[in-house]
């Protein structure tokens, strides 16, 4: 009877940990609180238990970021797509780094992309599977409107910001 060999050993334990760490199957879920910063690597998904919401961070869309070692005339942008559940409801966000495209509102609850790492390097390529991003959400508790006869304004508040905005009305 023979022994074991190096390599069916190596396959044993890759196996082993595998089957009991989940490794393969499963990216770790964590659980911020409402309003809390959070990052996702991709694939992976985070759960306020407490307002029923999970955020899944799906892929990078694009990254047109400048590079943090080159001079740019353009600082870039990257958007990235998230699937987020509310109470069983669900939608593809994209959001991009460039506001206000940086946060969209679904179900009374606004999502907000903070940041998208690592930031981009001259002559080096960022692997899909590398990226990493901050999240926030926050409840939509009051909308104001108005209208001014030559504009419209309008003022979101949020638990700790507010945010304005003014569209000029345009004669046609």
């Not at 903070?114 to 390529?125: D, H, L, M, S, Y």
């Amino acid at each position: 009877m023979k022994g074991l060999g190096p390599k069916t050993i190596g396959i044993a334990v890759f196996v082993w940990h595998c089957l009991f760490s989940g490794s393969l199957f499963a990216q770790e879920s964590s659980h911020p609180n409402l309003g809390e910063e959070f990052e996702l690597a991709v694939h992976q998904t985070a759960q306020i238990t407490a307002e029923k919401i999970s955020v899944t961070f799906q892929e990078v869309l694009e990254d047109s970021r400048c590079p943090v070692d080159v001079t740019c005339i353009w600082a870039g942008l990257a958007e990235v797509s998230l699937r987020v559940a509310v109470s069983g409801h669900e939608r593809e966000l994209r959001l991009s780094t460039s506001p206000p495209e940086n946060s969209a509102v679904f179900e009374n609850y606004t999502f907000w992309l903070i940041r998208v790492r690592p930031v981009p390097r001259a002559n080096q390529n960022i692997d899909s599977s590398a990226y990493f991003v901050t999240v926030r959400v926050s409840r939509e508790t009051e909308t104001a409107l108005g209208d001014t006869g030559d504009r419209y304004w309008g003022q979101r508040f949020f638990p700790g910001s507010t945010t304005s905005f003014m569209i000029e009305r345009s004669e046609e």
